[in-house]
């Protein structure tokens, strides 16, 4: 059982910057990492992915605002987010693919901003 412990959520003003972590069990630098949000009312969404080379890929609405980074030696995932806007609000989930079939999920931190 792979655990997630997301953290860094909180409430921001629309241009403010946040970084969210996300603590991670298991054999860390094997996963590919990824970030997902939900809003209330919409579907999971993907915001950014990091493959276990450090290969990224964004979601088209947080290219050039998010950045996605990996820190193997001490088991965790960031996301750096800048020039944050209202629509940015949701819930954001840590995601943890071990194999084509398996994943875990963090609970969720809320990211809430303001304009």
């Known amino acids: 059982q792979v655990q997630l412990q997301e953290s860094g959520g909180g409430s921001v003003q629309a241009g403010d910057s946040l970084t969210l972590s996300c603590a991670v069990s298991?054999?860390?630098?094997?996963?590919?990492m990824g970030w997902y949000r939900q809003a209330p009312g919409k579907q999971r969404e993907l915001v950014a992915l990091?493959?276990?080379?450090?290969?990224?890929e964004y979601g088209d609405s947080v290219k050039g605002r998010f950045t996605i980074s990996r820190n193997n030696a001490y088991n965790t995932v960031y996301l750096q987010m800048n020039s944050l806007k209202p629509e940015d609000t949701a819930v954001y989930y840590c995601?943890?693919?071990?194999?084509?079939?398996?994943?875990?999920w963090g609970q969720g931190t809320q990211v809430t901003v303001s304009s």
């Open positions: 995601n943890a693919r071990i194999t084509a079939s398996v994943a875990y």
């Open positions: 298991g054999t860390f630098d094997r996963y590919a």
């Open positions: 990091i493959g276990n080379g450090g290969r990224r």
